[in-house]
């Protein structure tokens, strides 16, 4: 039940993590700190690899979950503790929501399953990967096609169609493709042969390597 928690709630702590991170700096360096805050949230999977052998040392798993388990308690402590300002709020659920989310939820899911499952099925022996495929494209089109046409739509599509946004996703796009690097870093380190010292050396290397590539320059 931990482990399954805790794929859900990153979902929402890590935009929460975003805007604590941007409310902790003045208005005009709030991008500096949406930059900073994209740069904490890749810090986690380092920072576990650094303390899970401790924990694992000291009492097995119990140690482990224990630790995962006051760390989201602490968190939503600060949540609760740190308020963030009140934003403005409008009444944007409607029934046609439902709609949308079905097909915008059974779009994704199927190009989840498309994707993870045709290299092992194969990509043209399955039919159901080419049937998932269509069925993919026609319910996201015509979900997007009801949010375009809605005065107010829950995801607004208008607006993530802008240039600065656009140019924002192609870097966190880039910044993931960058990320995931760690995992082919670690599986080298690893097939040659690699201790746990040495893993524990380059997990130390990734944990402070997002933080200072992402640290604002000072300003003149």
């Known amino acids: ?34 930059v900073l805050g994209i740069g904490v949230t890749q810090c986690a999977v380092p920072l576990a690899r650094l303390l899970s052998p401790l924990l694992l040392a000291s009492q097995g798993w119990r140690s482990l979950f224990l630790f995962e388990a006051g760390l989201a308690l602490l968190s939503f402590a600060a949540v609760e503790l ?60 015509t979900a997007g096609a009801i949010k375009t046409r809605r005065t107010t739509p829950l995801l607004n599509l208008r607006w993530l169609g802008r240039g600065e946004v656009a140019r924002f996703a192609v870097a966190v796009f880039l910044a993931r493709i960058v990320l995931a690097e760690q995992d082919v870093a670690r599986a080298t380190v690893r097939s040659l042969g690699g201790t746990t010292r040495e893993l524990f050396t380059l997990s130390a290397i990734m944990l402070t390597a997002p933080p200072a590539a992402s640290s604002p320059a000072p300003s003149r």
């Open 1 to 34: 039940m931990l482990r399954a928690a805790s794929g859900f709630i990153p979902v929402a702590l890590i935009p929460l993590c975003l805007f604590h991170m941007m409310q902790a700096f003045p208005e005009r360096w709030r991008l500096r700190g949406l």
């Open 82 to 141: 740190l308020r963030l300002p009140q934003a403005e709020r409008d009444r944007v659920f409607w029934p046609l929501d439902l709609l949308t989310s079905v097909l915008m939820g059974g779009g994704l899911a199927s190009v989840a399953a498309m994707l993870g499952l045709g290299r092992w099925e194969g990509w043209l022996q399955a039919p159901w990967i080419i049937i998932s495929l269509i069925v993919a494209i026609a319910a996201l089109l």
